[in-house]
Every structure is written in C-alpha cells, then in structure tokens.
C-alpha cells in the first residue's frame, strides 16, 4: 500500500507541471473541497455570534474566504470603491460567469450584503448551510410566480432591514465572452423599493480559466464598480428602460474591462 501513496505522491506535482487538464480539475476539486471545509468552520461561528440566519453573517464569510484567491492564483484588481460608499439599501448587479464569482464578490462585499440565489445552492452541503445563515434569498427560478412573491418580498425586507441585495440579472452562469439578455427580477425589486441600483462588471475570466479547454492558469479579474443608478419616482413601467440602460452599460466596460484583463493576463496566461 505504501508504495502506491508514494507513487501519488511523486505523481500529483509531475502532473501539475505537465498536465493543464490535470490542473484544471485539481483546482476545481480543490476549490470545491476547501470552500466545504471553510463552511464546516463558519457554521458554529455564524451561530454563536447571530444565533442563526442573519445578513451579519456575511462577513464572517467575507473574512473567512478572502485568502481563498491566492490559493488559485488570482489576483483581483478593484476600480469605483468610491461608488460604494452609498448609505442605506441598494441592489448590486454583476455579470455572472462561474462559482468563482464568489472570490471577487468576498473581495468588495459591502456590510449589510447578501445575494440572491438560485434554490438549488441550500442543498449543497455545508456551502448550502452557510449561505442560509448568511441570509442569501433562494428563488426557484423555474417558476416565475414564486420568484416574483420572493422577490417582492425581499425589496420589504431591503427597507425594514436596511440590507443591500446582489443580484446575477443574466441569470445563470455566462462564459461565452459576452453579457447574456437581463432578467427583469433586479429591477422590479429596485424600483419596488425606490433604492439604487450599483452596477459591478468582472471583466472576462477567457485569459486563465476555459471550462471547454480545461484551462484554469493563475490570472488577474478587474472588478469595475460604477456610479449609482437612481430608480426614485420610477414605477413598473420603467423595469425594460431601466434594464436596457443598464445592460448597454455594463457590456461596453465589459469589453473595456476585459481588453484590460486581456493585456495585464498576456496571451497565455501567467
């Protein structure tokens, strides 16, 4: 048996130095393995200081997954901290591209922030368990009628709570190297409760990270945070111009964004 661990062991680096498809799923095994582990350790600690479900709890899980870009060999470099820096409640919209996302929101995750998610995230383990107890909304998003009740129900949660709320408007994960159509959920809720919106654009992740290829290289994500958009005296009529501006916006610094990602990346990656 010993020699069959020793021969793993000698065989994981030689892989690692030859193999990118080895390496890709190594990370992705790694990533996986480890946010679980994180969990494991933020469930009592979200639980002896709030008791149990609360929004506070995200920065116990901002402060606890922060080292975990260094580990890939990420690099995130932030531009608009300033636009942040708005009192009260307000929506976040961000291009959606992979799990790795997660990194780059727990890089700039403003207090009194959650997300909403999709309802299949509560059963993945104690990742599921985690982001119930940092209050994150799960929405079925094949049933639109329960994920307008939700919805509706967080923009009353937003006010009472004075919580800000990250939303994907793509929807689902994106790595086609361009903005998938807005869902309309993020702008009715804005509107619904008269808060901002702050749009965030992660620039293309295409330089170091290709599921199709299984690449996963070291690399940097530039993270733009742009000015407010006030949704004050908007009603229900202005959700698709609302939505529309919005995506014009967020696409043209994708593209800006994204050439200079492209550029600090190089062609192959680092």
Known sequence: MEPLWLLGFLLVPLLLCTSSTFVFY?????????????????????????????????????????????????????????????????VIISNHQSSLDVLGMMEILPDRCTMIAKKELVYAGTVGIV??????????????????????????????????LWVFPEGTRNQKGDLLPFKKGAFHLAIQAQVPIIPIVFSSYSNFYLRKEKQFKSGTVRLKILPKIETRGMTSDDVTA?????????????????????????????
């Open 26 to 90: 190594f990370k992705k095994f790694f990533y996986v393995a480890w946010m679980m582990t994180l969990a494991v350790v933020a469930i009592p600690i979200c639980v002896l200081k709030s008791g149990g479900r609360d929004v506070g709890n995200m920065r116990v899980i901002r402060f606890m997954v922060r080292h975990v870009k260094y580990l890939l060999g990420l690099r995130f470099e932030v531009n608009g901290w300033e636009h942040l820096q708005t009192e009260g409640p307000y």
């Open 131 to 164: 982001c119930w107890l940092g209050g994150i909304v799960f929405i079925n998003r094949k049933k639109t009628s329960d994920a307008k009740s939700v919805m509706a129900e967080a923009a009353k949660t937003m006010l009472h709570e004075k919580i800000r």
């Open 242 to 270: 609302l939505s529309d501006k919005s995506y014009d916006l967020m696409r043209s610094v994708f593209v800006e964004v994204s050439a200079a990602a492209s550029q600090n990346n190089g062609p192959s990656g680092h």
